[in-house]
């Protein structure tokens, strides 16, 4: 079975920072790629960032760029979510998804910042800024 876990997240000061980590088992990692989204009460499902493992190539949505930094550990089948320059934000839940890496490199198969592009996914990490 693929199975996904979240962990790192918590409650941080505005400014400050959070690592956010993944472990993903039940899958060839270095063939996909695995993305953060996050989801405020409420709200839909956000796109953050995604990294395909193949080749590393990274993507951010403009909201967390030059603030967040995505990487990947094939040898640990872990991609970790750096968080720097946090802003006051409503409560969110931090998911990181895993889909083929090819199709994301390709920019195939849909919307990449698309949760439902995505097949895999964990049960989310909690988020909190305090301003």
């Known amino acids: 079975d693929v199975r996904l876990v979240e962990a790192g997240g918590g409650l941080a000061q505005a400014g400050g920072s959070l690592a956010l980590s993944c472990v993903v088992s039940?899958?060839?990692?270095?063939?996909?790629?695995v993305g953060w989204f996050r989801q405020a009460p409420g709200k839909e499902h956000e796109g953050v960032s995604w990294?395909?493992?193949?080749?590393?190539?990274?993507n951010y949505a403009d909201s967390v760029k030059r603030r967040f930094t995505i990487s990947s550990d094939n040898a640990k089948n872990k991609v970790y979510l750096q968080m720097n320059s946090l802003t006051p934000e409503n409560p969110a839940v931090y998911y990181c998804?895993?889909?083929?890496?090819?199709?994301?490199?390709?920019?195939?198969?849909?919307?990449?910042?698309?949760?439902?592009?995505?097949?895999?996914w964990g049960q989310g990490t909690q988020v909190t800024v305090s301003s």
């Open positions: 990294i395909v493992n193949e080749d590393g190539s990274t």
């Open positions: 998804r895993a889909t083929w890496g090819r199709m994301v490199a390709e920019n195939g198969g849909g919307d990449r910042w698309s949760y439902l592009y995505w097949d895999y």
């Open positions: 039940g899958i060839t990692f270095q063939e996909y790629a």
